[in-house]
């Protein structure tokens, strides 16, 4: 099927550079780890960082860059702040290439 010009609909730059900003986030290890930890349940980022073992420091980063896209998502609970996924469609994707890179 050719697509012509009548049929043809561009993506408006926001779109454009939203997406590019999410290809962004799925294209680093650490943000991959904590996405597909998340996935499987909230947690907070003393867990984030003893599971993962990576530093308080890096996950709260990292978070803090997936929550700006709005792919991860905080609530309170006293002094803890957990942390739990926030947008279906990415992690769909993010399982979708976690079962295409184990595809033999």
């Not at 650490?30 to 984030?48: A, M, N, P």
């Amino acid at each position: 099927m050719n697509v012509n010009e009548k049929n043809y609909v561009d993506l408006d730059e926001e779109t454009l550079f939203t997406v590019s900003q999410i290809f962004k986030a799925l294209s680093d290890p650490t943000r991959i780890k904590i996405l597909y930890l998340l996935s499987q349940g909230e947690c907070s980022v003393t867990q984030i960082s003893e599971q993962l073992d990576l530093l308080q420091s890096t996950v709260s980063h990292q978070l803090r860059f997936l929550k700006n896209l709005r792919l991860v998502k905080s609530r309170r609970s006293g002094k803890t702040i957990f942390y739990s996924n926030d947008d279906d469609h990415v992690i769909n994707i993010l399982q979708q290439t976690i079962n295409h890179a184990r595809h033999e």
